[in-house]
């Protein structure tokens, strides 16, 4: 695998998938973000390395691609537990990793790393990436702090800064769904703002969020998903599956949150759309919204 195909990953974990909003967790990082990458690899670039051959592969004064350890090291931790006991050592040195590193890619797989272990004590690095440089190591280090459990000492003020200071469509997705993972006062406040945004992707993660507050004004835009086409060919625009995947979570949070104003909208699927998977869900909300 070539270096060009590892610069800008996506987190292989569902973004904020432990809040009512996991549903689109999808069509936020697949579908609407544009230009992200996926990241995903068929196999590690090497074999038979542990978490402490890894990381010290990573301090080595002498190991010239320290962030293709950084890479290997976050799939691996993605997908494999290490002892509990080791986890100190892990996050110590993957902290000194990420405030040494001059490598935007190292930062960037040490916050993947750090975001899949989901510990208290990588809060001091994620709280920092958030003014990374990079726009890719914010994107990642908002992610895992969605992914963080209730409660976590975040720094706040700064995820709002993305949604108040940045330009960038897919960190301030992101940043909106974080606050909303955790309950943040601001979030409907935020999310109202983004509604009438010109920009299609925050138009539609600000109106999902508010699926969960019931609130009408988002009733527009959760109409216009669910009258999106399928057979749109034009580059750039959401094709089939993906307009499929969008809708599917929009009517699975209508579901979750019974919001009954939004049966009209749930009918109207019913009864005209031409995918059957859509349909049949539409119908199966319908029956949770009329019990």
Do not use: C
């Not at 916050?111 to 726009?135: H, I, R, Y």
């Not at 998903?225 to 599956?241: H, R, V, W």
């Amino acid at each position: 695998m070539s270096a060009e195909n590892l610069d800008n990953p996506t987190p292989t974990k569902k973004i904020l998938e432990s809040s009512p909003f996991s549903g689109i967790a999808v069509p936020i990082a697949i579908v609407l973000v544009g230009g992200l990458i996926i990241f995903g690899v068929t196999k590690m670039l090497s074999s038979g390395k542990n978490h402490r051959d890894l990381i010290d592969e990573m301090n080595s004064k002498t190991f010239g691609n320290r962030w293709v350890a950084a890479y290997e090291l976050s799939k691996f931790l993605a997908s494999s537990k290490i002892p509990k006991e080791d986890m100190p050592w892990v996050i110590e040195n993957l902290s000194k990793v990420y405030f040494e590193s001059v490598d935007a890619r190292t930062r960037n797989f040490v916050v993947l790393a750090l975001g899949s272990l989901n510990d208290p004590m990588a809060l001091k690095v994620l709280n920092k990436a958030l003014e990374d440089q990079d726009p890719q190591v914010k994107f990642n280090a908002v992610v895992s702090l969605g992914n963080m459990s209730k409660g976590s000492e975040i720094e706040w003020e700064k995820v709002e800064a993305l949604l108040q200071q940045n330009e960038d469509a897919g960190l301030k997705q992101v940043a909106l769904f974080t606050l909303a993972s955790h309950d943040r006062p601001k979030t409907e406040e935020y999310a109202l703002a983004l509604l009438n945004s010109q920009e299609r992707t925050l138009r539609y993660a600000a109106s999902m969020v508010l699926i969960n507050y019931k609130k009408t004004e988002a009733l527009p835009v959760i109409g216009e998903i669910l009258s999106l086409k399928y057979d749109n060919s034009t580059q750039g625009e959401i094709n089939g599956a993906e307009v499929e995947a969008l809708k599917l979570n929009v009517l699975e949070n209508i579901e979750k949150s019974k919001w009954f104003a939004a049966v009209a909208l749930v009918e109207n699927s019913e009864s005209n759309d031409t995918n059957v998977r859509v349909s049949t869900k539409a119908k199966q909300v319908l029956k949770v919204l009329k019990n």
